[in-house]
């Protein structure tokens, strides 16, 4: 069985431009996660879905992050305009309701 | 405060030996899940607990509500044993994992 998927691997920005980061969840599994891990820190949530409806997006910071699920399977998170701050891995993770969560191999963006 | 509090943050073992890593939590956790971070960034996940306990191979976890913590044993220690630890509790509302802030593990040969 496949394990969560994401792409890209890596992104280098300069700050002011976006960039969207893409998630496939394990097949079957409706609830999907979207983490930020700050090096040296432990992720921390910014949103999460149950099928295409968002459950919690109150850390996601609303006026630059957005993050779709609309057919309730695959995932985008668009960081419309990036800010220094925002250099950090994104963690995708999914999972039946309340079970273990899977993680994908994560994004790594630096922005300079 | 931190409502899920890691101890040790840092820690470094001799090859075969034993550790303990402990997470204590401030909210009415119903469910505890323990993750590895190798050192290439990969989380994976090692145990999801209700109460009790559970043990895979040299790993052994436990989890009391009650006394609100929960302990990871790792027996004779092994070098792929390296990286960071993370516990993450579930409270009662909701299926957002609370997460520590990790305890670092080296193991030198």
């Known amino acids: 069985e496949a394990g969560v998927t994401q792409s890209p691997r890596y992104a280098v920005l300069q700050e002011g431009q976006a960039v969207s980061f893409w998630c496939d969840p394990i097949?079957?599994?409706?609830?999907l996660y979207w983490y930020q891990q700050p090096r040296d820190q432990g992720p921390q949530l910014l949103v999460y879905?149950?099928?295409?409806?968002?459950?919690?997006n109150s850390q996601l910071p609303s006026d630059r992050f957005s993050a779709v699920r609309p057919k309730g399977t695959n995932s985008t998170l668009k960081i419309q305009s990036a800010k220094q701050g925002d250099t950090a891995t994104y963690l995708c993770?999914?999972?039946?309701?309340?079970?273990?969560?899977?993680f994908g191999p994560g994004t790594r963006l630096l922005v300079l | 405060g931190d409502k899920v509090k890691q101890s040790p943050s840092a820690l470094s073992l001799q090859e075969g030996t034993n550790s303990a890593l402990r997470c204590n939590f401030s909210?009415?956790?119903?469910?505890v899940q323990w993750f590895l971070q190798n050192p290439r960034g990969s989380l994976m996940n090692l145990f999801y607990?209700?109460?009790?306990?559970k043990e895979n191979g040299r790993l052994k976890s436990a989890f009391d509500s009650k006394e609100s913590y929960s302990t990871l044993h790792i027996r004779d220690a092994q070098l792929e044993d390296s990286g960071t630890y993370f516990c993450?509790?579930?409270?009662?509302?909701?299926?957002?994992?609370?997460w520590g802030s990790g305890t670092k593990l080296i193991i030198k040969p």
């Open positions: 993450a509790a579930e409270g009662e509302s909701n299926y957002q994992l609370i």
């Open positions: 909210i009415a956790a119903t469910t």
């Open positions: 607990l209700v109460p009790g306990t």
């Open positions: 097949s079957g599994h409706d609830t």
């Open positions: 879905f149950r099928d295409e409806a968002v459950i919690d």
């Open positions: 993770a999914s999972s039946f309701p309340g079970a273990t969560q899977y």
